[in-house]
């Protein structure tokens, strides 16, 4: 549905409504030595209503797209808002004011078929076939997901908005001695398979650095646990400044007795750590993660988080920002027309600093550089341990053998006072989903951190 309709609609609620109506489109391909071992194509639409009365949030969806099913759908909305209003016995908050206006149609290359895929990886994988005949395994995984969003709400905001992702991965396995080594890489960002799907001689520079690591992973040895001085590259920096600081600096988990809703005003991290959850653009350039407008139809700003070491904010929605007299962020997104908005991140990122790499290398006597990481997890405490799938060891200020698969583990606002040295790269990526109740796609990234953390021994 349009936006007219949605608003045809809207007008015959009496309440603060939200309407929005939405299509999720998914493809998955995969190549295993090959030979295609997935290909998987979704596509999802379909209405959501969620209605504010008396302190009651009320919400309903359908998979049907069209005006009688959309009136049926306020109607149980409302329904659902007295009912929850009437068993939460919550005061009623007046949300706040502030409409927005936004379309933004898609304006990339497009996307390539099956076949022009299938393709792509075909001739990619025996590129890497060739050049490194010694691996055991190559799998190859493209993976797209968009999401197409029309928002409308009865404060007289209104958007209509494409969100394109397309995640490449890598994976070569390495045998040495009857042992395997495996190592993934990520590739991807904002837009569809023909943007980011080039030709396969690009990839070229990137899949070389993988075939050195993962035989000089084969090769490496296991860490040596315990409180260690690392570096840690800017993909391990990203998912701790999303799961261990970014997860519990949301305002709905603030609510619910995360540490973050201690800490404003309170030093948390050395002066040189600075982080933000960017809406849409940082310096100038858009981020993975364009988000201009929320699911509740509020504009999206920029969430200081850490400004200079000292704790600055919350991201929030409409109803948390007034019960924390904090502006609106427009962090509330939903990732299927089912869902509900929650508070969520978009682009969450550590700010680069002066340092050169090679110097912050040559700063550590003994400890390790973490390259790559695995899924790793945190809680409201901002507790957190990763795994770590690809680094190195460094002795005497410089780079040393590999290690193998390995953890980290500490208290996220402890351990970024400990930082004492950024480096002045900078890198964003956008792979996988966060999988805060439903899942959602999100950026985050930063520089290297030197810092101290608690390294997992064999």
């Known amino acids: 549905m349009d936006k007219t309709s949605l608003k045809e609609t809207l007008r015959k609620s ?129 993976a797209f997901h968009e999401l197409e969003k029309t928002i409308v709400n009865s404060l007289g905001s209104a958007a209509h908005h494409i969100l394109p992702r397309t995640s490449f991965y890598t994976s070569f396995s390495y045998e040495k001695e009857g042992e395997v080594s495996t190592l993934m890489d990520f590739h991807g960002d904002f837009g569809r398979t023909a943007d980011i799907l080039t030709k396969p001689e690009d990839f070229l520079e990137a899949l070389e650095t993988q075939y050195k690591q993962v035989k000089d992973k084969a090769n490496g040895i296991h860490a040596s646990g315990g409180i260690k001085d690392c570096i840690i590259s800017p993909e391990v920096t990203g998912v701790l400044a999303h799961e261990a600081i970014g997860h519990p600096s949301e305002a709905d988990l603030v609510k619910a007795g995360s540490v973050a809703g201690n800490y404003i005003g309170k030093k948390v991290a050395s002066d040189l750590v600075t982080m933000v959850d960017y809406a849409h653009s940082y310096n100038g350039k858009e981020l993975p993660v364009p988000v201009y407008i929320d ?45 509900e908005p929650l508070i969520r991140m978009r682009n969450t990122i550590i700010h680069p600093g002066k340092s050169k790499i090679e110097d912050m290398i040559s700063a550590i006597d003994d400890g390790y550089y973490f390259i790559q990481r695995s899924n790793g997890q945190a809680d409201l405490t901002s507790e957190f341990m990763f795994g770590v799938t690809m680094g190195y060891e460094i002795k005497k200020g410089k780079l040393g053998r590999a290690i193998k698969d390995t953890t980290i583990s500490g208290v996220a606002f402890e351990m970024l006072k400990t930082v004492d040295m950024v480096s002045d790269e900078f890198h964003v990526g956008t792979t996988g989903f966060c999988g805060k109740k439903q899942r959602m796609i999100v950026s985050h990234g930063g520089p290297s951190l030197k810092c101290k953390v608690h390294v997992g021994g064999r």
């Open 14 to 142: 009496k309440h603060y409504c939200e309407l929005r109506s939405q299509q999720n489109r998914a493809h998955v391909l995969a190549l295993l030595n090959g030979d295609l071992v997935q290909n998987q194509e979704t596509s999802e639409a379909g209405l959501s209503c969620r209605v504010y009365n008396n302190g009651g949030w009320g919400f309903a969806s359908t998979s049907l797209r069209h005006q009688e099913a959309a009136t049926n759908l306020l109607t149980k909305a409302e329904e659902n808002a007295n009912f929850m209003a009437t068993i939460e016995g919550q005061k009623s908050l007046e949300l706040p004011n502030g409409t927005f206006q936004y379309d933004r149609p898609y304006k990339g290359k497009g996307e390539l078929s099956t076949k022009e895929q299938v393709e792509f990886l075909a001739e990619l994988n025996n590129l890497i076939q060739k050049k490194f005949s010694d691996l055991k395994s190559v799998q190859l995984i493209v």
């Open 295 to 339: 699911d509740e139809g509020t504009e999206a700003i920029d969430a200081p988080l850490i400004e200079d070491g000292v704790f600055k904010g919350f991201m929030n929605n409409r109803e948390l920002a007034r019960h924390f007299d904090h502006k609106p962020t427009g962090n509330a997104r939903a990732y299927d027309y089912s869902d």
